[in-house]
């Protein structure tokens, strides 16, 4: 089983930055792929961006198209730690923000797949 906590998040205004993290425990050998997730208020949860635990060449990503340019998701295996830089911040990514990740190395599956979850940590984006 493998423990997932969210850091990071809070209060920015528009154009302004932030950058959340995720810190795994337990079975960390389990954990083939990571990222975030969010969910709005009377929204679904939608991806933001995945990235595979592997550095090599079958390393992989999927990046939501709404915050491409935006954000960025980097790792740290050796800290069994995710991140998500996200710049230019705008009202619309205002959500919870939730760090998953899977053992099938997928980046492209959907969320119900993902064995393991966060907390989630709230991004409220405003003037």
């Known amino acids: 089983q493998v423990q997932l906590v969210e850091s990071g998040g809070g209060l920015m205004q528009p154009g302004g930055s932030l950058r959340l993290s995720c810190a795994a425990s337990g079975s960390i050998v389990s954990v083939a792929a990571m990222g975030w997730y969010r969910q709005a208020p009377g929204k679904e949860r939608e991806l933001v961006a995945m990235i595979t635990r592997a550095a090599d060449t079958n390393s992989a990503t999927n990046i939501a198209e709404s915050v491409k340019g935006r954000f960025t998701i980097s790792r740290d295996n050796a800290k069994n730690t995710w991140y998500l830089q996200m710049n230019n911040l705008k009202p619309e990514d205002t959500a919870v923000y939730y760090c998953?990740?899977?053992?099938?190395?997928?980046?492209?599956?959907?969320?119900?797949?993902?064995?393991?979850w966060g907390q989630g940590t709230q991004v409220t984006v405003s003037s």
């Open positions: 998953a990740a899977n053992a099938a190395g997928n980046v492209f599956i959907a969320p119900h797949k993902y064995e393991s």
